[in-house]
């Protein structure tokens, strides 16, 4: 069994991208003043949300890449999970960056299709991941 690098690099990734969008959070709070929950503040909501959803959905996923890449499953393929991973995290933080994104204001459409990409991207490589697991799982177990 090797040290999972590929999971390990994607981690590397995502944790900077994490607290990227978590200092976006404190900043918003520091000017704003607003200390606990969002008050009536649009773009504090929306930076929280993007920064909580993240957190939400790659300390599973990276779980989960980890005892992918251990079982043995091809570096390439593990590597194009993260990879799609992160481009789907991405996506979903860019859409973000504006109320046309997370509240469906009024502005550019580029930003709801980075939400869909960004939502539909994380949905299709977790449950892909998760399939792959299994398959992998039912060669090694047998």
Do not use: C
């Not at 200390?35 to 990276?62: Q, T, Y």
């Not at 890449?69 to 991405?90: H, K, N, Q, S």
């Not at 979903?92 to 204001?105: C, D, P």
């Not at 949905?123 to 991941?129: I, K, R, S």
């Amino acid at each position: 069994m090797t040290f999972p690098l590929v999971a390990a690099y994607t981690a590397a990734a995502l944790i900077i991208l994490q607290t990227v969008l978590m200092l976006t959070v404190g900043l918003h709070r520091f000017r704003t003043g607003v200390g606990v929950g969002f008050g009536d503040d649009a773009d504090l909501e929306r930076k929280i949300r993007r920064h909580g959803n993240l957190a939400e959905n790659s300390a599973l996923f990276l779980a989960v890449l980890v005892v992918t890449e251990l079982v043995g499953t091809p570096t390439a393929v593990v590597a194009g999970f993260g990879a799609a991973f992160i481009v789907a995290r991405l996506s979903h933080a860019l859409a973000f960056t504006s109320l046309a994104g997370s509240h469906g204001h009024e502005g550019s459409k580029v930003f709801f299709l980075l939400r869909g990409v960004g939502g539909f991207g994380t949905l299709a490589v977790g449950f892909g991941l998760g399939v792959l697991l299994l398959w992998q799982l039912s060669g090694v177990v047998a």
